[in-house]
C-alpha cells in the first residue's frame, strides 16, 4: 500500500474519532482560539482572526434574536457556543468543500440539537404497503436537474423545535407528486401527521410514529394512505407541539396517495425517480448539518446512523469546491429549519458514496387527484 495513502486514512480516522468523542463530551474544555470562518452578519468583518468568541456571540444573539432567563443560563449557553465554535472547526477541516460556522444551532449541544430538531426513527423494513421500486432507464437523465425549477416544492418550511422532521419530508414528497397529478403545487399539513399519525410496526416495539418525539417517512405514507390522504396547510395549521387530539376532517383532504415504493441504493435509480416521480423522502446522519454554512457538504467520514428526515428535491454535475479540489457532483436538498439555515434552508451534499447515509432510505409516492384537489 501507498504509505501516503496510509498516512491519509490514519489521519481521516483519528479526525473522525476525535470529532465523534468531542461532539459527546461536556461543553467545558477550553477555548482554542477564534473561529476563521464563521459567518453571523454580512456587515461585520467574519474573517477577522482578532474577533474573540464573546464578540462572534454577540453577534449570533443579535442575529437570531436569542436572549435567556438568566445570568446564569446565558453563562452556559456562551460555553456551549464557544464549544461549538471548536466544533465547526473541526467540521471545516473534514469537510472542506462545504463552510461550516455559526448558524442558529451554536448554543445548543450536540444531545439537545439531535432531541429538538431531529427524529427520525430509523428502521430499515419495508412497510407492508411498500413495494420496490421498478427499475428506470437512466441513459438519458439530464446532467444537472432541479424540481424549484418547475414548481413542484413549496417554500421551506420550519419544525421550530420540535422532532417532526419526518412529517415534513413526507408533505414534500407528496406535494410534489400532488403537483405532477394535478399542475396545482398545494402546502399540506405536517400537524395533520403530528397528531394523528401513530402508525406503529407491529414487530418492532417502540417503532411508532410519536409526534414530536419522532416518525418515519414510510409509516407517514402508511397513514396517509389508510386517512385517505393530508388536509392543506391552511386548513390544519402547524403549531409545532403535540395535541391532545386530532383535528382530521376527512371533507378537508386535499392530497391523497396512491402508492410509495422504496429505492433502491443505486444513485442513478435515486436520479431517474426523482425525475420521473417527483421531489424525494430521504433520510440523512445530520451529525454536519448543525454547524453548516453553504457549499457543498462531502466529509471525509459521515456515520450512516440515520436520525434526520429532508426532502430530495435535485442534482447537480458540478459544486464549488476550494482550489485544488475536483468539483463535486452534489444532492440538493430542502431541509425544515428555515430560511435562515444554510443556503436558504437547502443543503447540498455530494453525490457518490452515500455519504452520510443519504442513499438508504429513499421513497417515492405517487398522488391521486381529489375532488377538493381539481
Known amino acids: 500500500m501507498d504509505p501516503r495513502f496510509s498516512l491519509f486514512f490514519l489521519f481521516v480516522v483519528v479526525a473522525a474519532a476525535a ?17 476563521i470562518r464563521q459567518v453571523v452578519d454580512g456587515s461585520e468583518n467574519v474573517n477577522n482572526p482578532r474577533l474573540g468568541a464573546e464578540h462572534h456571540f454577540e453577534l449570533f444573539k443579535r442575529r437570531f434574536g436569542k436572549s435567556y432567563k438568566s445570568q446564569e443560563e446565558h453563562d452556559r449557553r456562551f460555553k456551549v457556543f464557544r464549544a461549538n465554535l471548536r466544533r465547526a ?13 455559526v448558524t442558529q444551532f451554536s448554543d445548543l449541544t450536540p444531545s439537545e440539537f439531535r432531541r429538538s430538531f ?12 411498500a413495494s420496490n421500486a421498478p427499475i428506470l432507464p437512466t441513459e438519458d437523465l439530464p446532467t444537472d436537474f432541479d424540481w424549484r425549477d418547475h414548481g413542484a416544492v413549496t417554500a421551506v418550511k420550519n419544525q421550530g423545535s420540535c422532532g417532526s422532521c419526518w412529517s415534513f419530508s413526507t408533505t414534500g414528497a407528496l406535494e410534489g407528486a400532488n ?7 398545494v402546502s399540506l399539513s405536517e400537524q395533520q401527521l403530528v397528531d394523528c399519525d401513530h402508525e406503529c410496526d407491529p414487530e418492532e416495539p417502540g417503532s411508532c410514529d410519536s409526534g414530536c418525539n419522532g416518525g418515519l417517512m414510510n409509516s407517514a405514507f402508511e397513514y396517509t394512505l389508510k386517512a385517505g390522504g393530508l388536509m392543506r396547510e391552511e386548513d390544519y395549521p402547524y403549531t409545532g407541539t403535540d395535541r391532545a387530539t386530532c383535528k382530521f376532517d376527512k371533507s378537508k383532504i386535499a392530497a391523497s396517495v396512491s402508492n410509495f415504493s422504496v429505492i433502491s441504493l443505486d444513485e442513478d ?3 431517474a425517480n426523482l425525475v420521473k416521480n417527483g421531489p424525494l423522502a430521504v ?9 453548516y454554512v453553504g457549499g457543498v457538504s462531502c466529509p471525509y467520514i459521515c456515520s450512516k446512523r440515520l436520525d434526520h428526515g429532508v426532502l430530495l428535491v435535485g442534482y447537480g454535475s458540478a459544486g464549488y469546491a476550494p482550489v485544488r479540489m475536483k468539483e463535486k457532483p ?15 434552508g437547502f443543503y447540498k451534499i455530494c ?6 447515509g443519504v442513499d438508504s432510505m429513499v421513497s417515492t409516492v405517487a398522488a391521486v387527484q381529489t375532488a377538493t384537489s381539481q
Request: aromatic share 8%; glycine share 8%; charged share 20%.
Open 179 to 185: 403537483f405532477l397529478a394535478t399542475g396545482k403545487l
Open 118 to 129: 431531529l427524529g427520525l426513527r430509523s428502521r430499515l423494513r419495508l412497510p407492508s404497503d
Open 351 to 356: 453525490r457518490g458514496r452515500n455519504i452520510c
Open 19 to 35: 470529532t465523534t468523542l468531542m461532539d459527546e463530551v461536556d461543553d467545558s474544555a477550553s477555548e482554542s482560539g477564534p473561529f
Open 283 to 291: 433520510a440523512i446522519n445530520a451529525v454536519f448539518m448543525q454547524t
Open 89 to 101: 472547526h473541526r467540521h471545516q477541516s473534514l469537510d472542506p468543500s462545504a463552510t461550516h460556522g
Open 330 to 344: 452534489y444532492w440538493i436538498i430542502k431541509n425544515s429549519w428555515g430560511e435562515n439555515w444554510g443556503e436558504n
Open 269 to 271: 435509480q435515486i436520479a
